[in-house]
């Protein structure tokens, strides 16, 4: 058959473009290196049988504000969203912890003397966030649909999350921006990472951090099962190597990063091209460790054990410190830990009374070190027994996230650094960032606006190019 649109890689992005194009009614063709599809969103037993591990994204706050999941029916595909009551908590030493669950205002009541000023900051961007998070999905060179709600959230946001803590006296709040704002995998020093913390806040009191019962993999399986039933082909195991290798199509949209392009590009760019191309830039990487556990983690803070995801390092300087380190090229001894325990709303992941755990540290960008000690004891440190429950663990190093997909440049997880610039102008400072130099040729992963996460919104605005140069008069 031959297709309208032939679509590399089968991210969430490459899905999401490829269904945005086929409800549009175009003939669209996925092809995927993996033996399955699915990208940075699959699930499998890394560990012990009966163990269901995400091996990438596990916790979805992006996909439960995007546009593009809920304009599917995900139920009647197959996908419940489980949203802890707790979204996430972080741990201090002597059994404290911050924690945000529910209202502004609950959250609010656990900061003691920052409460007042936890409201003041978030109440009007809670209010806002669905006009704000809209806006931060599209391609951001455009301009906001709202800005006055987007200046409420960009005026503090532009400030480095360092800068921004100094509204906060306690070490649960100034904790808690610094683990939000430390996704960004940037030193918290860095303008920008602010809004990045804002922004994880705000979406955690308005739609929560949800996981999917059974699997991250699950929608990857509802994208897939609706291309197929619009028409649209999925073909697996088979790495595209040039353009010249893919059938005729109309557009190809390649759900890969800047580098990849270059390479599949062959002779078709100029040497300025190369350059221009060349200038982005990949951020760290990451160790990651799934754990099988015979119990919950007995986290001392009761609000951890609630928690769907825990942001394990300690005070702010404590976290700022781990980033500054792997900013600087160095393996911290006490990293800060991104650590998810899917269990505590979706039993299915594991034999009844035990439990999966997630987690991973940042390091230098390639790195070949397994940080799996340093994590445990990172855990061990606010969870004393933890070590005493692991059964089994599987440890991928940053070297390893690219060996398991190319698009992880030395084990960078968000398709490149996020920051303010690239945040801006993602991969290059072109008008519409998802056109390439060559013709027909666009970009669709999360190399483009708005950036990493499970979204799709990078594959969506993609296909809108698409479809907008496709439709328009010769
Ligand atoms: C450890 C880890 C934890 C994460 N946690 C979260 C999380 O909790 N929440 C969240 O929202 N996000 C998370 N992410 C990020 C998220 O997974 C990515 O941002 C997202 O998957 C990007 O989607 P994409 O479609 O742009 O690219 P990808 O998902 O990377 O998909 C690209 C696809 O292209 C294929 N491909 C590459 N080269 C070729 C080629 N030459 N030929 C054919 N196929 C090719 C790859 O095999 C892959 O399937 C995490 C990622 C990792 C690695």
């Not at 012990?48 to 029916?73: E, M």
């Not at 230098?364 to 933890?386: H, K, L, T, Y």
């Amino acid at each position: 058959m031959s297709a309208d649109a032939v679509v590399v890689g089968s991210g969430p992005n490459g899905l999401a473009a490829a269904l945005t194009l086929a409800k549009a009614g175009c003939k669209v063709r996925v092809i995927e290196g993996a033996d399955t599809p699915g990208g940075g969103c699959r699930t499998a037993e890394l560990t012990l049988p009966g163990f269901r591990h995400d091996i990438c994204s596990a916790v979805h706050p992006l996909a439960a504000a995007s546009p593009f999941f809920l304009g599917l029916d995900l139920p009647s595909l197959g996908v419940r969203l489980r949203t802890p009551k707790v979204a996430f908590a972080h741990p201090l030493d002597g059994g404290r912890a911050g924690w945000l669950a529910g209202s502004v205002d609950e959250t609010a009541g656990g900061l003691g003397r920052d409460g007042q000023t936890y409201r003041r900051l978030f109440e009007p961007l809670v209010q806002h966030a669905p006009l704000i998070l809209p806006d931060l999905l599209a391609p951001l060179r455009s301009v906001p649909a709202h800005p006055l709600a987007m200046a409420r959230f960009g005026v503090p946001g532009l400030a480095p999350a360092k800068v921004l803590a100094r509204r906060f006296r306690t070490d649960e709040a100034r904790g808690l921006l610094a683990g939000a704002a430390a996704h960004t995998m940037l030193p918290l020093d860095t303008p920008g990472t602010g809004a990045f913390g804002l922004m994880f806040m705000m979406i955690a009191h308005a739609v929560g951090w949800p996981f999917v019962e059974g699997g991250s993999g699950r929608l990857v399986d509802a994208l897939t099962s609706e291309l197929l039933a619009l028409g649209g082909e999925v073909q697996t195991g088979r790495w595209v190597r040039s353009l010249r290798d893919l059938p005729p199509s109309r557009a190809v949209l390649l759900d890969l990063t800047p580098r990849q392009f270059t390479e599949l590009a062959d002779d078709s760019l100029t040497a300025r091209q190369r350059r221009s191309l060349g200038r982005f830039r990949y951020g760290p990487g990451v160790c990651k460790v799934d754990w099988a556990l015979s119990g919950p983690v007995p986290w001392q803070a009761a609000a951890c054990r609630e928690a769907g995801t825990i942001h394990v390092a300690g005070t702010f300087d404590e976290v700022a410190g781990s980033e500054a380190d792997v900013g600087a090229g160095r393996h911290p001894d006490r990293p800060f830990c991104l650590v998810a325990q899917p269990g505590v709303v979706d039993p299915t992941r594991a034999p009844a009374g035990q439990q999966t755990l997630w987690g991973y540290c940042h390091v230098p960008p390639g790195s070949d070190v397994d940080m799996s000690a340093r994590i445990e004891a990172q855990i061990e440190r606010f969870a004393p027994g933890f070590t005493d429950l692991i059964l089994a663990r599987s440890v991928r190093t940053a070297a390893d996230m690219e060996r398991y997909n190319p698009n992880y440049i030395g084990g960078d997880i968000n398709g490149g650094a996020a920051t303010l610039r690239q945040t801006v102008l993602r991969p290059t400072p072109r008008w519409n960032p998802y056109r390439t130099p060559v013709p027909g040729v666009y970009l669709c992963s999360s190399s483009t606006p708005p950036g990493g996460g499970v979204h799709g919104m990078c594959g969506v605005n993609a296909a809108q190019s698409v479809l907008a140069d496709l439709h328009a008069p010769k």
